[in-house]
């Protein structure tokens, strides 16, 4: 594909760019310090593509005030809002995409559910589910 826009070591306001952790319809995701706060965030960047940009800026607009209202363990976080970039919650782990035992996917899919309850309940639809943006935080077990 398309190489990337921002390549690592570029500052994005406060953020320090890492690396690019995956592309979309709308632009690159990239792996980011936050300078500030001295955590690891997500930014979507907003692709600067000529084609359709009115209308992308607005889907993007929609989608940041729809993150924005939803506060749920299982949907990633808004922190920040660029002219043209979404700052998120940095979710280490690896996508569903893969195939899988239905036994094992059943957490998964209690779990998604649950998002998706609670961003509906606010009359927000994620309208893109598939589980290339389906993310599996590993957590050390406790014993």
Not at 84 to 108: H, K, Q, R, S
């Amino acid at each position: 594909g398309p190489s990337p826009v921002l390549t690592p070591g570029t500052r994005l306001g406060p953020y320090d760019i890492q690396n690019v952790v995956g592309t979309g319809g709308m632009g690159e995701v990239y792996r980011a310090r936050d300078t500030r706060l001295d955590r690891t965030v997500a930014i979507k960047l907003l692709s600067a593509r000529p084609d359709g940009a009115p209308q992308l800026r607005e889907h993007f607009e929609r989608e940041a005030r729809a993150i924005s209202q939803l506060n749920h363990p299982h949907i990633c976080t808004l922190y920040d809002v660029g002219p043209n970039y979404l700052v998120m919650e940095y979710v280490e782990g690896e996508t569903l995409a893969g195939p899988m035992e239905w036994a094992d996917a059943l957490p998964y899919i209690r779990q998604l559910i649950d998002g998706i309850e609670a961003a509906h309940e606010k009359n927000i639809m994620h309208r893109d589910l598939k589980p290339e943006n389906l993310l599996v935080q590993e957590f050390a077990d406790s014993d």
